[in-house]
């Protein structure tokens, strides 16, 4: 991401989450004699793909059960936006959507996360790479 910030014209943005912290946990956690099965397991490893030359995002999703690939039209986004959870006692965590001219949220993560920043750092950085396309 920080490359595309440095040189924004260039032909693709690669956006990724997750990987090998996930599946040493699950591995370290399974070992531990944790009561969980290994489907129940979901290690991932995803990657989106901006590619501004054939004007199309891929969302690739890497898990035990296999890889699993979604693909949405560049015209098609109409918005990148931070959105939140709040859990019982107030706090807030966060994660980045991309809005569709339809109205519909595609989540870049599937989980919230602490630290606005980022997440605004990260929308900031797709929102430009959208704009520039």
Same mark, same amino acid.
């Given at each position: 991401?920080?490359?595309?910030?440095?040189?924004?014209n260039l032909s693709h943005l690669d956006v990724a989450?997750?990987?090998?912290?996930?599946?040493w946990f699950g591995t370290l956690f399974f070992?531990?004699?944790?009561?969980?099965?290994?489907?129940?397991?979901?290690?991932?490893?995803?990657?989106?793909?901006? /590619?501004?030359?054939?004007?199309? +995002? $891929?969302?690739? #999703?890497?898990?035990?059960?296999?890889?699993?690939?979604?693909?949405?039209?560049l015209r /098609?986004?109409?918005n990148?936006? +931070? $959105?939140?959870? #709040?859990?019982?006692?107030?706090?807030?965590?966060y994660r980045v959507e991309l809005e569709t001219r339809d109205g519909e949220n595609i989540p870049l993560t599937s989980w919230y996360s602490s630290g606005y920043k980022n997440k605004e750092r990260a929308a900031d950085v797709i929102r430009a790479f959208l704009?520039?396309?």
């Open positions: 991401m920080n490359l595309f910030v440095q040189s924004p989450h997750g990987g090998g912290n996930q599946l070992l531990a004699g944790a009561a969980v099965s290994v489907i129940g397991v979901q290690a991932r490893f995803t990657t989106w793909t901006f /590619d501004r030359y054939q004007s199309l +995002i $891929t969302h690739r #999703r890497e898990t035990l059960r296999g890889v699993k690939i979604n693909e949405y039209a /098609d986004i109409a990148v936006q +931070i $959105t939140y959870s #709040r859990s019982s006692k107030g706090s807030k965590t704009q520039s396309s």
